[in-house]
């Protein structure tokens, strides 16, 4: 906020994220690079041309060797050539398709959190108790206040 005060553009995030510099911006060349090259021995072939690596795609890309619409049609077809098999999967298999279907059917539904606390009634084998431990996330202080509130959801 004190940034953008003082008139500069706020980041929001965006710049302060990336991992590595990346001056280009371009989506496409991201996908070829972390999705299409991440899979052992991958290739990518794109206006007739075979690349076996990122930066060769790169190369041609800022060179005009390769366009931006010969990027992205090879691009497609790249990712739909490794969704394929997990599309065929769940229209094949009839576990899987069940369990999409029934994951389509979720989705569908207008579902609304539950309020206020909620006991899981457990069955027990054999009549044995059944332990949970509930915990705040790790850190190097628990502010009494958590703790107090965790002891009385255990209550």
Known sequence: A????????EDAGKESMQLVRDDLKNPCL??????????????FTAQGKDYTGFEAVKEDF?????????????????????LDPVRRHFKED?????????????????????????????????GKPVCAVFAPPASAEVPLGAAVSLARLLE
């Open 2 to 9: 004190a940034a953008a005060a003082a008139g500069e553009e």
């Open 30 to 43: 991201d996908y070829v690079h972390h999705i299409i090259f991440c899979v052992p021995g991958a290739t």
């Open 62 to 82: 800022l060179s005009g060797a390769l366009s931006e619409e010969g990027l992205k049609t090879a691009l497609e077809v790249a990712v739909n050539k490794l």
């Open 94 to 126: 009839e576990t899987a398709k069940a369990i999409l279907e029934q994951v389509m059917g979720w989705k569908k539904e207008a579902l609304v959190p539950p309020r206020g606390l909620k006991r899981a009634a457990l069955a027990t084998p054999a």
